[in-house]
């Protein structure tokens, strides 16, 4: 049974960091695609930071652009979001994705984590 399990959410103060964790079991997350969504209130769900190729081309918002990277273990088939520099408006519920690598496609769609919230707030 294919799972993606989000953790690592909370509140944090502007300017601080988290690790967001997307640990995948029935299958092999190293093979395919892997992206991280985000929804805030009111807002559509946005991709914001996707491997789609397998020769590891990545796909970023422009709302993330030197602040947030991705990142893969193999070995413990979890992927991770790494965010710093954090602002109230990355306040939202953050969404783990994989799915096969395209040529096309930006981020994966295909299975989903059922999400963590992170708020950013002092």
């Known amino acids: 049974q294919v799972q993606l399990v989000e953790s690592g959410g909370g509140l944090v103060q502007p300017g601080g960091s988290l690790r967001l964790s997307c640990a995948a079991s029935?299958?092999?997350?190293?093979?395919?695609?892997i992206g991280w969504f985000r929804q805030a209130p009111g807002k559509e769900r946005e991709g914001i930071f996707c491997?789609?190729?397998?020769?590891?081309?990545?796909y970023y918002s422009d709302s993330v652009k030197g602040r947030f990277t991705i990142s893969r273990d193999n070995s413990k088939n979890v992927a991770y979001l790494h965010m710093n520099s954090l602002k109230p408006e990355d306040t939202a519920v953050y969404y783990c994705a994989a799915g096969d690598y395209s040529d096309y496609d930006l981020c994966p769609t295909k299975w989903w984590g059922q999400g963590t919230q992170v708020s950013v707030s002092s």
């Open positions: 029935g299958f092999a997350l190293g093979n395919y695609a």
């Open positions: 491997i789609f190729h397998s020769d590891g081309s990545t």
